[in-house]
């Protein structure tokens, strides 16, 4: 397995859950990351921790619906650094309720943060990587893409189409020595989508993932050997009887 010390890293979604997870493992495993998100104060938290261990951190505010953004934190870890390793596109949401219920906008507000999002910043650090002759993009899934869920449509239609994207420039990009990963778990135990309560402290969650294993998951397909390439990866929770 290869080493990511010393590499540049943006993490998107990198305030909470499974990109916190993402960024902490990272910084820990010596990479330089990028943490992005859209609310100051839970970005500032997650960054002030990992300063505290001397951990080398950027924080950039990041709406990964806007365009304008998008390039601003791209041209903002150039001038930290220098170049872009890899590329975790981790922000995504989800409203939970069916489909008669759901406003353009509730629609629209999933959509573009699953989807349009993921497209941005892929197409903005993509130049990058080819002028390099080399990188890696991965994408966090959901096994949503695959798997119906009532009163989730919108959010699994826009991983359906996650699923798609990744699997279609994966193909374009695989001969300037770039990877497109994508990562599809299946529960986790965050507050995500209001559907789940949290385990109590210092317990594993029940037929579910924790962020933590799925920033491990992470971190294989980061350190994968050079010329393997695991385009898709389904990662589940075991099922326990107790």
Known sequence: MISIRNKVVIVTGASRGIGRAIAQLFARQGAKVVLAARKRRDLERVGGQLNKENKLTLLILCDVTSEKQVRNLVRKTLQKWGRIDILIN?????????????????????????????????REVLPVMMRQKGGQIINIGSLAGKNPIANLAAYCASKHGLIGFSESVGLEVRNHN?????LLPGTVDTSFGNRQPQAATGRHPENALTSEEVAEACLFLATQESLAWTSQMNLRPLIVRR
């Open 90 to 122: 981790n922000a995504g949401m989800g409203i939970h309720k069916p489909v008669a219920e759901f406003t353009t906008r509730d629609w629209d507000t999933t959509v573009d943060t699953n989807l349009k999002g993921p497209f941005l910043c892929t």
């Open 178 to 182: 770039i990877k497109i990963n994508l």
